[in-house]
């Protein structure tokens, strides 16, 4: 709990602080518009969602560099599917969902019984999906057009639930159940065991194997599904942009919010505080009137500030060992 | 002789401990000094003044007789004194010249500073060479054994021309003929006029080394024993101030029917050689050998942790299928590896975690964990095995050698073991704790658990166990009765001798 407070502060933080800026640059405060609250929670809701997924891997000690060109090889896919090929809305969205899962569990098998570095399986696979969702699209922006079959669907991802955008009802109710599974479940301690230190977990009788490739095909499931949501926000997939650097604001997010890249380390709450965060410093930069080629400055520049202030409180008195 | 080393009433506080209540230390040039204690008796905060690790907050620390200002490990280099520790120092991606020569490399070319190889190798083999040592200056040190590596510190040692040479439990990942040959070259370096501080739990090399004991007890002189009264009773009254009556538990020795059997076991390390061995229920088998034996690959080969060429084992006359740690957890096979803060605890995670982390689904009803069970269980096994800690939610890397190994016997403990293998169990752990480890063994083996005992240590081997098996490049040469069981058998089937 000690570890997410520093970023949780600074959130409540930068939340209050914004309106106050607002009000001196003159401006009416757009921060804390219906509109706005809105937007960002969808974005949240996004953003969160596949940042779980990411957690989990960085929880086992890996790291996954392949999710923003799974989101466009997915974003493309599934256009083709509903409006080239007409499949039906379900099994289109079974089909994507099952597409992401799938890559997972690549990643997973390459990572434990190949044995290859994760950093190296995802950095080829944001290479390998990038060129091949331009490939399968002929390198064209591909689009839901007027969702002619499928509107349900669409209506569905780019909705609301009693005002509350779809992604971010979705992201509770993914949290709650990923809570559960990471901090009470049997699950969730071998993963913590297995990312602490796999020689002592398999010494104790833990598949440490299995863990590690659930940890890719569980975030696996949550790209498909936040690929899905993505796709509808955007409603035009370019190839070769769509999702571009997104695996960096999950692995931002998981870290800003206490997963140790060692592993071993990490919660759902951090996480989600962490992918909060991230949404409201884009936001700030859009209402502040900062320049937006600064954008990714700032996103920089306080992450960084996070992990050292994270640093800081948490050096704790060196040890004393007597003997 | 005059002292070349006096340490006289050193004081040390740390933030809640008083770690040394004015000790004193006196070494003389060719004198061999044992530096006894339990863990925890200030030894090795007293090692660390020396070395110039912490500083003392009160005493003085004279060398040659005149007053020496050690503020750090350069200090302490320059006024001779060199640290041999107990965890190896070296750097395994280098080779045996680079590390004895590590950042004090001798340079050529001016202002290029560039390494001078050939001077640096020429002089590493001089130190090797008065060693005994027969290695190529520019071997990987991946490639030499545990024994050898801590000879290549010996060596970097005497490059600095050590005088005041400190060795922090040098013999513990050593096997005999190893440990023997240490303490050739300690009796060497001793004639040389070297002056060695030993620190050592085993107290077989102590008698055989030492030219005088020095004993700490609760940071301070408990008193030191000369040459001729170093005797083992001695030794371990002054350590524990009191006398320990039952040190090692009686082995029985009495023949058992086979319960457990490894009838043909191949390992990875040995594929053409074959383990065989069995051990009744109620009996701790002694399972001795050369390090590089194959003893502890045999044991995490049964236990699944390596995959095995060929594994037949027998329980109870049925046999046992295992291919995973899964598989001999579930018929109650357990190991207690060797290295317990690598494989046998998560050091980060607390008592608690890694207590129930075997038996989870235990304390899991419907698949959520109850923290409540969780705490329960743990706290009662820790209380059975007097796990000495504040709560079960101290980290595993707040404890103490002895507690942590108990740690790891407790994961077992809840789970009914009927075989136990215990690989080096009592390895850098103090004579109290010791004793506890072997009486625990001895209940376990009473209560018809079968015993499995790795372990380098002659001693413990030849005091603990029922039987001996005996191994030798990865086949067991011969097994000895509790009559037959003597140094010079262990050693004869240990060297590939016959029995």
């Known amino acids: 709990m000690k570890k997410e407070l520093g970023t949780f502060l ?3 933080l930068l939340c209050a602080l914004v309106p106050v800026v607002e009000k001196l640059l003159g401006q009416e405060s757009r921060f804390l518009s219906v509109t706005n609250l809105q937007n960002m929670a969808r974005l949240i809701g996004m953003y969160g969602i596949f940042s779980i997924g990411l957690g989990l891997v960085i929880i086992t000690g890996g790291i996954d560099l392949s999710v923003g060109s799974v989101f466009a090889l997915l974003g493309v896919v599934m256009s083709m599917m509903l409006t080239e090929w007409g499949w039906p809305s379900a099994l289109a969205v079974l089909a994507t969902i099952g597409l992401a899962t799938g890559l997972g569990a690549l990643h997973g098998l390459l990572i434990t019984k190949v044995r290859v570095q994760p950093f190296i399986v995802t950095l080829c696979g944001l290479l390998f999906y990038r060129g091949l969702a331009r490939f399968v699209s002929s390198d064209e922006t591909k689009g839901f057009g007027a969702a ?15 005002g509350i955008p779809t992604p971010f009802v979705l992201l509770v109710i993914i949290s709650v159940i990923m809570w559960v599974v990471l901090h009470r479940s049997v699950y969730g ?15 104790s009788g833990i598949n440490s194997q299995k863990m590690v490739a659930s940890a890719y095909i569980v975030l696996g499931v949550l790209v498909g599904i936040a690929g899905i949501v993505f796709a509808f926000y955007t409603n035009s997939i370019s ?14 997010a998981a870290v800003l919010g206490g997963c140790s890249l060692r592993g071993g380390e990490g919660s759902i709450i951090g996480i989600l505080i962490g992918a909060a965060l991230l949404q409201v410093l884009q936001n700030l930069v859009n209402l502040l009137g900062i320049p937006s080629s600064l954008n990714f400055a700032v996103l920089g520049a306080v992450i960084l500030a996070g992990v050292i202030a994270d640093q800081i409180f948490q050096r704790r008195p060196a040890r004393v060992k007597p003997a | 002789m005059a002292p070349i080393l006096q340490m006289r009433s050193i004081e040390k506080r740390f933030p809640g401990v008083h770690a040394l209540k004015g000790v004193s230390l006196e070494v003389s040039k060719g004198e061999v000094v044992a530096l006894l204690g339990e863990n925890g008796a200030g030894k090795s905060t007293l090692m660390k003044v020396l070395g110039g690790v912490h500083q003392p907050d009160s005493g003085e620390v004279l060398i040659d007789g005149a007053p020496a200002v050690i503020r750090g490990v350069s200090d302490a280099t320059k006024y001779g004194v060199a640290f041999i520790h107990q965890e190896l120092n070296v750097l395994d991606n280098l080779d045996v010249a680079a590390n004895v020569y ?6 050529r070319g001016g202002p290029l500073r560039l390494v001078d190889r050939a001077k640096m190798e020429e002089e590493t083999k001089t130190h090797l060479a008065r060693l005994g040592l027969r290695i190529a200056p520019d071997t990987p040190l991946a490639r030499l054994s545990i024994a050898q590596q801590q000879m290549v510190e010996i060596a970097k040692a005497l490059s600095l021309n050590a005088r005041i040479l400190i060795m922090d439990e040098p013999t513990s990942s050593l096997t005999l003929t190893e440990t023997e040959r240490l303490l050739e070259v300690v009796k060497d370096l001793r004639a040389h006029g070297v002056a060695v501080i030993y620190i050592s739990h085993r107290l077989g090399e102590v008698k055989e080394i030492a030219d005088r004991a020095v004993v700490l007890r609760d940071g301070a002189n408990a008193g030191q024993l000369a040459r001729e009264e170093i005797t083992h009773d001695q030794m371990v009254r002054m350590m524990v101030g009191r006398d320990i009556d039952s040190f090692y538990q009686q082995p029985v020795g009495e023949k058992r029917p086979r319960y457990f059997e490894v009838e043909s076991l191949r390992t990875a390390r040995y594929p053409n050689q074959q383990v065989k061995f069995d051990v009744g229920r109620g009996e701790i088998l002694g399972l001795a050998g050369l390090v590089g034996a194959g003893r502890s690959e045999a044991a995490q080969a049964i ?5 095995a060429v060929e594994s037949r084992l027998m329980l109870d006359s049925r046999p046992l299928q295992i291919r995973s740690s899964q598989d001999a957890i579930r018929y109650g096979v357990y190991l207690v590896p060797e290295d317990r803060r690598t494989a046998g605890l998560i050091v980060d995670m607390p008592i608690r975690e890694n207590v129930t982390l075997p038996a989870l689904e235990r304390y899991a009803p419907a698949g959520l964990i109850s923290f409540e069970k969780e705490k329960q269980g743990a706290a009662e096994v820790c209380k059975r095995l007097n796990v000495k800690a504040p709560t079960v939610e101290t980290r595993a890397a707040n404890l103490s050698g002895g507690n942590q190994q108990k740690v790891v016997l407790a994961k077992w403990l809840a789970l009914e073991p009927k075989v136990l293998i215990f690989d080096e169990p009592t390895r850098g752990i103090d004579v109290g704790a010791k004793a506890e480890i072997y009486e625990l063994m001895r209940k376990l083996a009473e209560a018809g658990v079968a015993i499995i005992m790795i372990s380098s ?3 413990e081997v030849i005091n603990v166990s029922d039987r001996v098996a005996v191994m030798h490049e990865g086949r067991v040469t011969g097994v000895l009765t509790r009559e037959e069981t003597t140094e010079e058998n262990i050693m004869r089937l240990a060297v590939g001798g016959q029995s």
């Open chain 1, 10 to 12: 600074l959130l409540v």
């Open chain 1, 148 to 162: 002619a079959g499928f509107e349900t669907l669409r209506n569905v991802a780019t909705g609301s639930l009693f």
């Open chain 1, 189 to 203: 301690r071998y993963l913590f065991a297995v990312g602490r230190n796999e020689t002592a977990a398999r010494y």
């Open chain 1, 239 to 252: 190839p070769s942009s769509h999702g571009n650097s997104f695996e960096l604001y999950g692995i931002a």
């Open chain 2, 102 to 107: 590590l950042g004090r490399e001798p340079v």
């Open chain 2, 303 to 307: 236990f699944g942790v390596d995959a």
């Open chain 2, 457 to 459: 240590d002659m001693e």
